[in-house]
């Protein structure tokens, strides 16, 4: 018989779902759950009876599956579905007053439902959300290669710093040897006498009296003649 969808818990059967089950070898969650099957197209859906466990394990090759099974010992899985991180959900029915919930896939319209069979009903939010965070997850190749680019963005922005640092300083120097050079000698002139430097030779030189003038004989005069033509300012 069909149950309602949005407005009846689906019917547990004989089975019931306190039954013991095991734990599935390498699974990254699971839960225990039954199927619910929505009749045709309509907001009816009928339940499996039977006492399942859904349970969410990674292949060799990385790939994660959303399985469902039969919790009596050596059953096979009826239910493997391939998963991707971002693209999958677990949600409850919030039109059901059951404990209803619903595997989305964003990438199509596809959507499997079941109902909680764990004992403990006021944990369904908190398992919910682990199940949730098993299926986020990136996979250890992903999360490396996350990591692998923090450390190249890390290394970058380090060299970066240093060679803003190094252009600094650099500029830094640059502007203390122009005030250093502004400020000591020219050409081996001292800055006090540059005013004398740019003058010609001899015009510094106050010129001798008549007397002293005519007090020097012609060999005389040369040679003074002589000496300060040859004075280098």
């Known amino acids: 018989m069909a149950t309602p969808l949005f407005s009846q818990q689906p019917q547990r059967g004989g089975a019931g779902a306190g039954g013991r089950g095991g734990t599935v ?4 969650v699971e839960f225990k759950a039954g199927r619910l099957f929505r009749d045709g197209a309509t907001n009816w859906v009928r339940p499996d009876a039977r006492r399942g466990v859904c349970y969410v394990r990674r292949d060799d090759e990385g790939l994660m599956y959303f399985c469902w099974k039969e919790r009596q010992g050596g059953a096979q899985p009826e239910e493997e579905l391939i ?6 959900r677990l949600e409850k029915v919030q039109q059901s007053s059951g ?15 079941f109902w909680l069979q764990e004992p403990d009903a006021a944990g369904d939010s908190r398992l919910i959300g682990r199940v949730n965070a098993v299926l986020d997850d990136k996979g250890e190749d992903e999360e490396e290669e996350a990591r692998t680019l923090l450390r190249q963005d890390s290394q970058e922005a380090e060299a970066l710093s240093r060679h803003r640092e190094q252009s600094a300083l650099a500029r830094e120097s640059s502007e203390l040897s122009r005030d250093a050079l502004a400020s000591t000698q020219v050409g081996g002139v001292p800055a006090s006498m540059r005013r004398v430097s740019q003058q010609n030779p001899g015009d510094d030189v106050q ?27």
Do not use: C, T
């Open 207 to 233: 010129p001798m009296g008549e007397r002293a003038a005519a007090g020097l004989g012609p060999g005389q005069l040369g040679s003074l003649r002589e000496l300060l033509s040859s004075i280098q300012v």
């Open 99 to 113: 404990r209803v919930y619903v595997l989305k896939f964003q990438s199509s319209s596809q959507r499997v439902f």
């Open 25 to 28: 070898a390498g699974a990254l």
């Open 83 to 88: 998963v991707f991180s971002g693209d999958v």
